[in-house]
């Protein structure tokens, strides 16, 4: 699926959507016929399209000729369920000005004209310049780790993690910039009464390349409505139809706990006062609405985790349920096929139960997809449900959850994969192999030392341009003790073609710095030379000052492929050479990272060793 501004995915094949919109308005066959700008006489056409946005307000104007008769524009955007109209401001023969409310960037829409119910012109519209995070090639921290304004006495809890566009007017801010955002739960160690905590979500935001979150710590609360009137828990945000959809728990004062929405139509970096997200108030999906959950009270159906359906139209929703077979909590499977409730019970993934993952309280379930098939669907412009690879496989799925009771702090988050049949198959043996999986076993040691992942909880994997980030709260340390969000860059492996598996940095703090200009006295450390053939890399290092060096390759897994230096260094630039073999002198293909380690600090660089 193509990856939208918030991370969650757009529905696909904007140009098939398009082309049948055109298709079903009468009298439009001429715009098949002879493409934008090309037209003939009388026709409108409009080979120069210009566009002013910079905020919420937009104003488009197309210039070319026959455009007195047009009676309307509208922004079509690559999600078919999302168009915006815009008010004609001033029209001629020759020109056409109109105006709207657009709060992101245009990225991947058209305008369209029409006259009466006809559509006469099509025009694809110049996407808005987006200063997006920085594409690194090593291993990085990304963005940085959240913690409440009033730690130590407030932890985060489950949360809603999206990426979006947001204008930051110049001087100060680049224009249209790609941020971060959080809503999470507020947990008040200090309140002893559990009837009084847990009542608000914070919302948090962060602009790559500044140092601090800005957190907003009322931005929702409990309402009047009987069924969220002691708690809200969970929350997971969609943007769907020009509006962003926040799915949350809702937990009544018998303990019940039920499934609803509200919507707001903007998300930036001012506060999300209460006022601006409108309710519904009923709930759209409780534990009566499955067949699979227990239903006495007080009912257990939390934690939704809602996306865009990759087999189609609709929505897909995972939540934790009690399990009536086994008494513990599972993983639920809904579906909406139009709107933003009608939600439909499609059973449990069998896997998920305590049988099979030993996890007697599963907690924040959400789903991802490899990182290669995401880019196939979109290079493609197909749905991501109908990916395959050269030799048929289907997209390799995962669902990650937490073990809410856990002991072990090495199993407090486990996953398990699906690699051959639909997302939407809950059978057993679809999610059998290899089984559900601890996060910290599978993740290994990076080339920045432990993953430390000891009781990650409530992780969620997001997807922010060609970055994927997999955030989760844990403990961050500190006496007293305070918790917090960690973020984790993920790394797909790609050694002999494209791969399902990832790797995480550790959550340190080491910077990739390849070949880019750093300050005055940085260490610096980049690939100088490579030749694939030969298997012959050579590395650039430049030291403000003599200091022991230390180089050593690692795999996409984090295992020590070559040690090639452990010496000193002069100051000022030195060459250094890794002949493309392992420890046991056997020739490598694939990708690497190179890590430099001294007192000046580390940095780490990608190799693509592909032979």
């Known amino acids: 699926m193509a990856p939208g501004p918030d991370g969650r995915g757009v529905p696909p094949s904007r140009t098939a959507w398009l082309l049948a919109l055109l298709l079903l308005v009468p009298g439009n066959s001429h715009a098949l016929e002879h493409p934008w700008?090309?037209?003939?006489?009388?026709?409108?056409?409009?080979?120069?399209?210009?566009?002013?946005?910079?905020?919420?307000?937009?104003?488009?104007?197309?210039?070319?000729?026959?455009?007195g008769n047009v009676t309307s524009a509208t922004v079509l955007t690559p999600d078919p369920t999302w168009t915006i109209p815009l008010a004609i401001q001033a029209r001629t023969g020759e020109s056409i000005t109109?105006?709207?409310?657009?709060?992101?960037?245009?990225?991947?829409?058209?305008?369209?004209?029409s006259s009466g119910t006809a559509s006469v012109g099509l025009s694809p519209l110049p996407d808005d310049p987006v200063t997006r995070p920085p594409e690194t090639d090593g291993w990085q921290t990304?963005?940085?780790?959240?913690?409440?304004?009033?730690?130590?006495?407030?932890?985060?809890?489950?949360?809603?993690?999206?990426?979006?566009?947001?204008?930051?007017?110049?001087p100060m801010g680049l224009g249209w910039e790609g941020v971060y955002h959080v809503f999470y739960i507020r947990h008040f160690d200090t309140i002893a009464d559990d009837d009084q905590n847990e009542k608000s979500f914070a919302h948090a935001w962060w602009r790559p390349g500044t140092k601090v979150w800005r957190v907003d710590t009322t931005a929702f609360r409990c309402a009047g409505a009987p069924w969220d009137s002691l708690h809200v828990w969970a929350p997971s945000i969609v943007f769907r139809g020009g509006q962003y959809v926040m799915y949350y728990t809702g937990v009544d004062r018998s303990g019940n706990q039920r499934i609803g929405y509200a919507t707001t139509?903007?998300?930036d970096t001012s506060d999300t006062k209460d006022s601006d997200w409108q309710r519904q108030v009923s709930p759209i999906f409780a534990a009566d609405s499955a067949g699979w959950t227990r239903k006495a009270a007080p009912q257990q159906c939390r934690d939704p985790y809602v996306m865009a359906n990759p087999d189609g139209a609709g929505l897909i929703m995972v939540y934790a349920a009690t399990d009536t077979a086994t008494g513990a909590m599972a993983v639920g499977l809904a579906r909406s096929f139009s709107g933003l409730g009608g939600w439909t019970d499609e059973g449990h993934y069998a896997v998920t139960d305590s049988t099979h993952s030993h996890a007697r309280r599963v907690e924040s379930p959400h789903i991802f997809a490899d990182s290669t098939s995401e880019a196939a669907a979109h290079d493609q412009a197909i749905p991501l449900g109908q990916v395959r690879d050269a030799t048929g496989r289907n997209v390799t799925w995962r669902i990650m959850f937490s073990d809410g009771d856990y002991v072990d702090t090495h199993r407090s988050t486990i996953f398990v994969t699906d690699g051959s049949a639909a997302l939407t198959d809950t059978s057993l043996a679809a999610w059998s192999q290899p089984g559900p999986t601890s996060l910290?076993?599978?993740a290994t040691q990076g080339p920045q030392g432990p993953p430390g992942l000891e009781g990650l909880q409530g992780t969620e994997c997001l997807r922010a341009g060609n970055e994927y980030v997999l955030a989760g709260f844990q403990l961050l340390g500190g006496t007293p003790k305070h918790f917090g969000i960690r973020f984790r860059r993920m790394y797909w492996s790609w050694p002999n073609g494209p791969s399902a598996d990832f790797a995480l940095s550790s959550g340190g703090a080491d910077t990739a710095v390849p070949g880019t200009p750093g300050q005055s006295g940085d260490l610096r450390f980049q690939v100088a030379g490579l030749v694939p053939a030969r298997g012959l890399v050579r590395f650039r290092i430049e030291a403000p000052r003599a200091m022991k060096a230390r180089v050593v390759v690692y795999d996409v897994m984090g295992r020590v492929v070559k040690r090639i230096l452990d010496q000193a260094v002069p100051s000022g630039v030195s060459y250094l050479?890794?002949?493309?073999?392992?420890?046991t002198g056997q020739a490598v293909s694939g990708i690497y990272f190179a890590r430099l380690s001294g007192d000046g600090g580390n940095r780490v660089v990608r190799v693509s060793l592909v032979r």
């Open 440 to 442: 910290f076993s599978y």
């Open 577 to 583: 050479w890794w002949d493309g073999q392992d420890e």
């Open 142 to 170: 990304y963005p940085l780790p959240l913690e409440d304004p009033d730690t130590p006495h407030v932890r985060p809890k489950d949360f809603a993690f999206i990426y979006n566009t947001v204008y930051m007017p110049p």
């Open 37 to 67: 700008g090309s037209g003939s006489t009388g026709r409108p056409t409009f080979p120069s399209v210009t566009v002013r946005h910079e905020g919420s307000p937009l104003q488009i104007t197309a210039t070319g000729s026959s455009l």
């Open 98 to 113: 109109a105006v709207g409310t657009m709060p992101r960037a245009l990225q991947g829409s058209s305008l369209l004209l």
């Open 265 to 267: 139509p903007v998300i």
